[in-house]
Every structure is written in C-alpha cells, then in structure tokens.
C-alpha cells in the first residue's frame, strides 16, 4: 500500500477541494467522496492535477450503507487506509433559536454529527490495519464558542469535539489518532451563505463584524486549513490525539 492513502469526505467542497490538491502534492491516494458526482469528481481531480491518485465515490454520509461503501472500498483498494479526513459539514439555517426550524436542525444534526459518528465506526476497521492512522474531524471555532443565529450547527460541531475525544480513547489501542480541526471563519462560499443568511441583505456588514471579531481581523484562507490538515493527517506524532485543535486568529483565546 501507498504510505498516504485515505478518504476525505465533502472532497467537493470549498475545504475538501484544498485539502485533496494538498493531499495530490505529497503523492497521497485519495478517494474523493461527496454526495453528488459533480462534487466527488472535482476533489478527486483536484488531487489528481496536483499529482497524486484519486477516485471519486459518491456517498450520503448520513446514511450507513454509503458510509459503508466508502469504506469497504478503501479496504477493496489498498487492504487497509492511512488516513480519514471525516468533513463533510453543512451550516444549516440561520435564524434566532427561538424560531429555529426543527427540520433544520435536524438535517445538520444528521450530516454534521451522525455523518461524522457513522465515518468513525467505518473507517476503524481498515485504519486499524496500518501501522500507523489518523483521523481528523472538521469541527469548527463553533464548536468552542457560541454561535448566535446558527445554533444547529455550534451544537453539531461541539458534539463532534466530544465525539472525538472518545474515539481518540477508544481507538487509542489500533494505533489511530483522532483529532478535531476547527477552523475560525474561512474564506468560502459557506462563510458567503452564513454572511447572507444573518444578515438581511447587509452581507458586506456582516462579514466587517465577524472579521472584527476575529483578533487577527481576517478569515482563515483556505491555504491555511489545508495545511494544518494535512499535517494532522500525514505527519503530526500519533502521541497528538483528542485534541480541538483551533485555527482561529485567537478568537477562541479571547
Ligand atoms: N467554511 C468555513 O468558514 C468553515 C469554518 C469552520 C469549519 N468548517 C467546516 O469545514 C467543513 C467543510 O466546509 P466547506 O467550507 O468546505 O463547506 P462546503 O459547503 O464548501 O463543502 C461541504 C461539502 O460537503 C458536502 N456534503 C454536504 N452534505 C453531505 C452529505 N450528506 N454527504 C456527503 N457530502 C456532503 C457538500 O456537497 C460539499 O461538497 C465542514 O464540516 C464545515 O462545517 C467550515
């Protein structure tokens, strides 16, 4: 087996596209699951154009036997994985909790916490096959602190950090590591659609304020995550495990 090969799921997305391109350039065997083929196609030749080799493979990851799938194929590929980017994320609506919508909240529930759960119980078994493995979920500065308008998605993302640290215990045994990445807010179509959603039509304004609120008064660029990404799933000592790991300009230091 490649030394780097693994799965990255939400590979179509703003994230996963970056992270799959970095991925390409230390030569990693990549396959790119997202939910629909566009999105699939575009990690994996992201990593492809950037030299390593990928597949793409669509997969709901709210739902078991694509989750299943995703792994199964990893283990029809390379008899076992080096690595599992658990991503996939949506930011659900936004509007005050008290008139959030239970639909809403449900949908992000499933694809941002059941997605990630599901990816975790799949992926031990042909990570636990390699010598060394890591996981890292993408959870977010909004699973550390508050998230007024979008409490769906800060309640997924601080599960997803409880989530991690008992499978940074529970696999500990297998020799995997388990991180939680979170970014502050990154330069992305996602943080586009939250600025629009929060803001009544004052997008511009909104993203002033979250800049503001950020002690460096910027977003993360996408560069930044993918390379604190890769690094937690290439390089980082395995001893590094159950950690939040915040890429935030000091935001969750304030
Ligand atoms: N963009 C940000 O500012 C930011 C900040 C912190 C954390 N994050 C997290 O980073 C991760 C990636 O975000 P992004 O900015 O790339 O967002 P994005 O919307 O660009 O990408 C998300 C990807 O996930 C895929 N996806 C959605 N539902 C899915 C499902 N049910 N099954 C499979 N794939 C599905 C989408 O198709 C999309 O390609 C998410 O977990 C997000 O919460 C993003």
Redesign the pocket.
Known sequence: MDAFAGVV??A?????VAVCRRLGKRGANVIA????EE?AARGAQACIAAGGTAEAMV????QEASVMAYAQRAVSLWGQAAFFFN????EGSEAPLLSYPADAWDRALA??LR?VFLGLKAMAGPLRHADVARIVN?A?VAGLCATPMLAAYGASKHAVIGLTKTAAVEFAPFGISVNALC?G??E????RRIEAGVSHGEAEAAHRAYEQNVPMHRYATLDEVADLAVYLLLDAPIYLTGQAIALDGGMSAV
């Open positions: 799921t939400g179509g997305g703003n994230v996963g699951v997202d939910v629909s999105a997969a709901d990851v709210t991503n996939a994320g949506i694809v941002n997605g993408t977010s970014p807010p990154i992305s179509d996602m943080m």
